[in-house]
């Protein structure tokens, strides 16, 4: 029997994450456009809708998660892109640090920028 070694676990692990976020992010967009285009006038919030959306903790909340799921879907699915070129185990693992660091430097900004808006609401 063959033994699976621990870059093939990750690598599972990686694309079940990958299946799982973009399955969450099929509602968390279809959401987001219904509330952001299809009920509102005109098909586009001005400001000061946008506020009094974001206002709710539970829709800054809901923003927040799809700020994070579109994220991560984003930087595995490029990782993929990339390490699909060929490269060797050294610059696989630069890639991926630079990825997360570009993932979470996203998120964190995406976040602050939600609670700004969050905050101006109230």
């Known amino acids: 029997m ?5 870059t093939q676990k990750r690598g599972t692990l990686t694309w079940i994450g990958q299946a799982v ?15 952001h285009h299809f009920i509102v006038e005109g098909g586009l919030r001005n400001y000061q809708q946008v506020l ?5 903790p539970v829709i800054v909340a809901i923003e927040i998660v799809f700020l994070i799921v579109v994220t991560f879907h984003a930087m595995v699915g ?5 390490l699909d070129i060929g490269l ?9 640090r630079v990825l997360t ?3 979470l430097v996203i998120v964190v900004y995406g976040i602050f920028l939600a609670l700004t808006l969050f905050s101006r609401a109230a």
């Open 52 to 56: 009094d959306y974001v206002g709710n």
């Open 78 to 82: 490029l990782r993929s892109v990339i």
């Open 2 to 6: 063959r033994e699976v070694t621990n």
């Open 21 to 35: 976020s973009g399955v969450l992010l099929l509602g968390l967009l279809g959401l987001h456009m219904i509330a």
């Open 88 to 96: 060797m185990a050294k610059q696989e693992k630069t890639v991926t």
């Open 101 to 103: 660091v570009l993932g």
